[in-house]
């Protein structure tokens, strides 16, 4: 019978100062053979960095930066398992036969963590398979699957309790053990509402799930940085968006890519904090960028790159990112020569103001641009104007000489836009026109499907928020000064 041995050696004196992990392995096998190591680092599997090494000699030496607790995932002969890696552990892999599935024993510090997790996935290996899950999601009705679900969940919390070496198990493995079993219950329930949408484009509408099952799940329990390297926390955040984006929607199915994706990240960015906030954003705007507009693409990555301070995911998304925004300067050629009035990008997107002359957002950086797209026949755009007046008067005066209350009007014509201005009191404020009403350049560009839409763009000229909150929301107030005070 071939044996397999794979040592994982980690040296704590060299990872204190280097954070390097050594891994030895030794096979009984013929040499020629790869095996792989990938740390789940980002969360983002096409990002996350995998080593290879060839066996020479029947041997292979890993060398890994390691600078926290982190999930493995060891590949050999297409087969993978993962694994639980901690600076200075010291483990010792021995598998009896070719498959890694089969008869794995461990020796060394860490050994105790990765029994649990093998023995874990080999006991409770359905409530974790997707496809499993997503069949039974699909066969059973909210009550049964829920009564279902909470029953495996004492099942595994209780497991987890019993188990014989649970005191010896390092902090950082007890922590994502429980946030496993706990978040593997959560995400599944607000799954399940979408999933069944999703099985069929004729159903237009998400069922919601009954109050009662959600009144555990606030967003005390979506912000939790110590969860991101627990799958089913990743996986519960993304259905908590996704769901509760699809409740603001009044439950009805986006019809666009891009609106989609604004309204996520708009109730993302108000809602989730952190390191959370920001995988989230880029998980997703990694998944979805090639199928929304260029200008989404940008003012996306524009504000993960806002909420990172460019850091790592900015870096890894660039180019992707890049290639999609440039397919705006093609589209935008034919635009602009079919219509002068209208420019390529943001910047270039032009306004008429009350005495005739075009003025583009670029014109207004260097001042907080608070803009209120509007129309004299909309009647909840009139009703929003009151509350705007009383928002302007919040301000002091040294404020409102770094703001601009924009008010946009989409009407047909220039003397109904003119009329509507003096009848709403408006003309003390910047007015601008881009007639077309739903044709008009500005509402294709932005993809406004209603009015009214709000916006807010900082002092650099970055559009931070293409939903922001109404005049009526008294928090509106507070995102105003945050950009101000920037």
């Given at each position: 019978?071939?044996?397999?041995?794979?040592?994982l050696?980690?040296?704590?004196?060299?990872?204190?100062?280097?954070?390097?992990v050594?891994?030895?392995?030794?096979?009984?096998?013929?040499?020629?053979?790869?095996?792989?190591?990938?740390l789940?680092?980002?969360?983002?599997?096409?990002?996350?960095?995998?080593?290879?090494?060839?066996?020479?000699?029947?041997?292979?030496?890993?060398?890994?930066?390691?600078?926290?607790?982190?999930?493995?995932?060891?590949?050999?002969?297409?087969?993978?398992?993962?694994?639980?890696?901690?600076?200075?552990?010291?483990?010792?892999?021995?598998?009896?036969?070719?498959?890694?599935?089969?008869?794995?024993?461990?020796?060394?510090?860490?050994t105790?963590?990765?029994?649990f997790?093998?023995?874990?996935?080999?006991?409770?290996?359905?409530?974790?398979?997707?496809?499993?899950?997503?069949?039974?999601?699909?066969?059973?009705g909210?009550?049964?699957?829920?009564?279902?679900?909470?029953?495996?969940?004492?099942?595994?919390?209780?497991?987890f309790?019993?188990?014989?070496d649970k005191?010896?198990?390092?902090?950082a493995?007890?922590?994502?053990?429980?946030?496993?079993?706990?978040?593997?219950?959560?995400?599944?329930?607000?799954a399940?509402?979408?999933?069944?949408t999703?099985?069929?484009?004729?159903?237009?509408?998400?069922?919601?799930?009954?109050?009662?099952?959600?009144?555990?799940?606030?967003?005390?329990?979506?912000?939790?940085?110590?969860?991101?390297?627990?799958?089913?926390?990743?996986?519960?955040?993304?259905?908590?968006?996704?769901?509760?984006?699809?409740?603001?929607?009044?439950?009805?199915?986006?019809?666009?890519?891009?609106?989609?994706?604004?309204?996520?990240?708009?109730?993302?960015?108000?809602?989730?904090?952190?390191k959370?906030?920001?995988?989230?954003?880029?998980?997703?705007?990694?998944?979805?960028?090639?199928?929304?507009?260029?200008?989404?693409?940008?003012?996306?990555?524009?504000?993960?790159?806002?909420?990172?301070?460019n850091?790592?995911?900015?870096?890894l998304?660039?180019?992707?990112?890049?290639?999609?925004?440039?397919?705006k300067?093609?589209?935008?050629k034919?635009?602009?020569?079919?219509?002068?009035?209208?420019?390529?990008?943001?910047?270039?997107?032009?306004?008429?103001?009350?005495?005739?002359?075009?003025?583009?957002?670029?014109?207004?950086?260097?001042?907080?641009?608070?803009?209120?797209?509007?129309?004299?026949?909309?009647?909840?755009?009139?009703?929003?104007?009151?509350?705007?007046?009383?928002?302007?008067?919040?301000?002091?005066?040294?404020?409102?000489?770094?703001?601009?209350?924009?008010?946009?009007?989409?009407?047909?014509?220039?003397?109904?836009?003119?009329?509507?201005?003096?009848q709403?009191?408006?003309?003390?404020?910047?007015?601008?026109?881009?007639?077309?009403?739903?044709?008009?350049d500005?509402?294709?560009?932005?993809?406004?499907?209603?009015?009214?839409r709000y916006?807010?763009?900082?002092?650099?000229?970055?559009?931070?928020?293409?939903?922001?909150?109404?005049?009526?929301?008294?928090?509106?107030?507070?995102?105003?000064?945050?950009?101000?005070?920037?």
């Amino acid at each position: 019978m071939k044996k397999l041995f794979f040592v994982l050696f980690i040296c704590s004196a060299q990872f204190i100062v280097s954070q390097n992990v050594n891994i030895g392995c030794h096979f009984t096998m013929s040499s020629g053979d790869s095996c792989f190591i990938t740390l789940d680092k980002y969360h983002i599997k096409e990002y996350e960095p995998a080593f290879k090494m060839q066996l020479k000699d029947n041997e292979c030496n890993f060398k890994i930066n390691l600078d926290k607790p982190s999930l493995a995932e060891l590949s050999y002969n297409h087969q993978s398992v993962n694994l639980w890696l901690e600076p200075n552990d010291n483990l010792k892999l021995t598998i009896a036969y070719d498959s890694l599935y089969k008869a794995i024993s461990m020796e060394g510090p860490g050994t105790v963590n990765n029994e649990f997790l093998k023995a874990f996935y080999q006991t409770f290996k359905k409530d974790y398979d997707k496809d499993a899950i997503k069949q039974s999601m699909l066969s059973t009705g909210i009550d049964v699957f829920e009564n279902n679900l909470f029953k495996e969940r004492k099942k595994q919390m209780n497991y987890f309790k019993n188990y014989k070496d649970k005191e010896k198990f390092s902090p950082a493995f007890t922590t994502y053990i429980t946030n496993l079993i706990k978040y593997n219950y959560y995400f599944q329930l607000q799954a399940f509402a979408i999933i069944n949408t999703n099985e069929s484009k004729a159903i237009l509408t998400v069922t919601p799930i009954p109050a009662l099952l959600l009144e555990d799940i606030k967003p005390e329990l979506a912000n939790n940085d110590e969860a991101l390297n627990c799958e089913t926390y990743r996986q519960f955040l993304y259905y908590y968006i996704v769901y509760n984006t699809s409740k603001l929607n009044n439950y009805n199915k986006f019809t666009d890519n891009s609106i989609s994706m604004e309204k996520k990240m708009g109730f993302t960015n108000q809602t989730i904090q952190g390191k959370a906030n920001i995988y989230f954003i880029a998980s997703f705007l990694n998944d979805n960028v090639a199928v929304v507009s260029p200008f989404t693409a940008k003012h996306i990555y524009e504000l993960l790159s806002y909420n990172e301070k460019n850091g790592e995911y900015t870096k890894l998304l660039k180019q992707k990112c890049e290639q999609r925004m440039k397919a705006k300067v093609t589209e935008d050629k034919s635009t602009a020569a079919a219509n002068p009035s209208s420019g390529g990008t943001a910047d270039g997107v032009k306004i008429m103001g009350t005495d005739g002359k075009y003025f583009t957002f670029d014109d207004l950086k260097g001042k907080v641009v608070y803009v209120d797209f509007w129309a004299s026949w909309c009647g909840p755009c009139r009703g929003q104007f009151p509350f705007s007046k009383e928002l302007h008067k919040k301000f002091t005066p040294k404020q409102l000489k770094n703001l601009v209350f924009l008010y946009i009007s989409i009407d047909k014509t220039e003397e109904i836009w003119k009329k509507a201005i003096e009848q709403n009191g408006l003309g003390e404020n910047r007015n601008g026109l881009v007639p077309g009403d739903w044709s008009s350049d500005i509402v294709k560009y932005f993809q406004i499907n209603s009015i009214p839409r709000y916006m807010l763009i900082d002092k650099k000229g970055n559009f931070v928020d293409l939903n922001a909150k109404r005049p009526s929301d008294p928090a509106v107030f507070d995102d105003i000064v945050n950009l101000l005070e920037k």
